[in-house]
């Protein structure tokens, strides 16, 4: 069989057939303030979607509408992290399909490909799969996309990124933006600008 690709990990070249990329400060920089959301949920700390769906229905459609009007405001102030354009464009031209695996609302994940003209494969949102750091979404991007999930490289900002790849067997690279993770890394890459994903993928691997 042949692939698109392969990758430099741990050593070792491994068959890379699709990426699924996470969206917010991952192919976009931060846009969308957490710690405002919090304090209009009352919710100090924890997993918010997760809150989300333990609420009774009546609470939950307040919560959910908050929720979504955050998102879509948030849309106004989006633009491209450090190196995403030129990278997505990059991984395209070697034949890699391409996706977006997002927590955030479809309506909101769709508003914000088409202000920057983000062009993909496939866009999951939560309303498609079970969010991250279920590993239900990347199943599903997999899935979709027609590749074995341990051929797909996930790559994200953020813990729930990393803990759905690995929980899903898919390869994970961390992006990192140039700040220590709070939080115990446990990646198959770590980089702090997406450009430098690039120099691990070889393209010519169709032999």
Known sequence: MAFP????LNGRVRPL???A??????????????????????LPEGDILQWLASLPLAKYAQALATIEAFEQDGVENVAWNDGAQETLTAVRVMGLPLAVVTRNSRASLEAVCRRLAIEVDLLVAREDAPPKPDPGCLHYAAS?????????LIVGDYRHDMDAGRAAGAMTALLTNGHSPGW??????????????L??????FKR
């Not at 690709?5 to 430099?8: G, L, M, P, T």
């Not at 115990?184 to 994903?197: S, W």
């Open 5 to 8: 690709c392969s990758i430099r």
């Open 21 to 42: 990329f996470d969206l917010d400060s991952t192919l976009t920089r931060p846009y969308l303030d957490f710690k405002r959301l919090r304090q209009q949920l009352h």
């Open 144 to 152: 979709q996309l027609g590749v074995p999930i341990e051929h797909l």
């Open 184 to 197: 115990p890394v446990d990646a198959d890459l770590v980089i702090e600008r997406l450009v430098e994903l």
């Open 199 to 204: 120099p691990y993928l070889d393209p010519l």
């Open 17 to 19: 057939r699709a990426i």
